[in-house]
């Protein structure tokens, strides 16, 4: 039984590419350097801060030392602008508040720095109890190595198996699956569906009501639930819980 959801943030929770990309180029222009188009940007993100500025800079200019300098700039004009153009994908505030008064928790984990992860969260999702809430941390390694995951399965007692993790991009598939969790893999994000597929995904859907329908399935897994209930559900969780490791991944498509 699902007791748990651990969600990343940018492209899983909150549409936030427009104001990332604003604060680079904003860094960028600052240091003499061109900006990019905002159709870019998705290519930049996922990894953190330093490499999203990595990314972003000419490659005779990723030295350590201008990085780091670009990097502050970065996260001084984001952290005065990061509501600005960012908002929750449709339908996730009402996700999240169906889900907590189910009795499931809930938690982020993020690669964005700490102090911005936290803001953004309270910020579009202050209602919302969440059971843990963490970015990136100095000396903690940044997804896909799972510490962040332990850390929050720590804190809140729920098992592994009985924990989703949900993100947009292959970053996110392989931390459930270093983590020992269920990845479910979402289509309304940065990344495309084959990223998600060939990073170990379990489960990818297109809207995000969709988690309620997979908790719900295993749920009722070994407890007669009938396949009327939503179409795929017996087949579906059956394939789910019998699979070969490395056979492809399941798709919900109501």
């Known amino acids: 039984m699902i007791q748990l959801a651990i969600f990343d943030l940018d492209g899983t929770l909150l549409n936030s590419i427009a104001d990332l990309a604003a604060s680079v180029n904003y860094a960028l222009l600052r240091h003499g350097y061109p900006e990019h188009d905002l159709s870019l940007y998705p290519g930049f993100v996922g990894n953190g801060a330093l490499q999203l500025i990595e990314r972003a ?143 170990g995904a379990r489960f990818i859907i297109d809207r995000p009501e969709e988690i309620k329908e997979i908790i719900r399935g295993i749920g009722n897994r070994g407890q007669g639930a009938k396949k009327s209930t939503f179409n795929y559900s017996l087949e579906f969780i059956f394939n789910y819980f019998t699979h070969e490791k490395d056979s492809a991944c399941f798709r919900y498509t109501s």
């Open 57 to 199: 800079l000419p490659e005779t200019a990723r030295t350590t030392e201008q990085i780091l300098r670009l990097c502050e700039d970065f996260i001084d004009y984001y952290s005065r602008h990061n509501t600005e153009l960012t908002c929750p994908y449709p339908g996730i505030p009402e996700l999240l508040d169906g889900l907590h008064l189910r009795g499931i928790g809930l938690a982020v984990a993020s690669n964005k720095y700490h102090e911005g992860t936290v803001k953004l969260v309270d910020h579009f999702f202050g209602r919302i109890p969440f059971k843990a809430v963490l970015g990136q941390r100095e000396h903690i390694p940044i997804k896909p190595d799972p510490t962040i995951v332990y850390e929050i399965l720590d804190r809140t007692g729920v098992e592994k198996s009985n924990t989703l993790y949900i993100g947009d991009s292959g970053v996110d598939m392989q931390t459930a699956v270093n983590s020992g969790t269920i990845a479910v893999g979402v289509t309304w994000g940065l990344r495309s569906r084959s990223e998600l597929e060939d990073n």
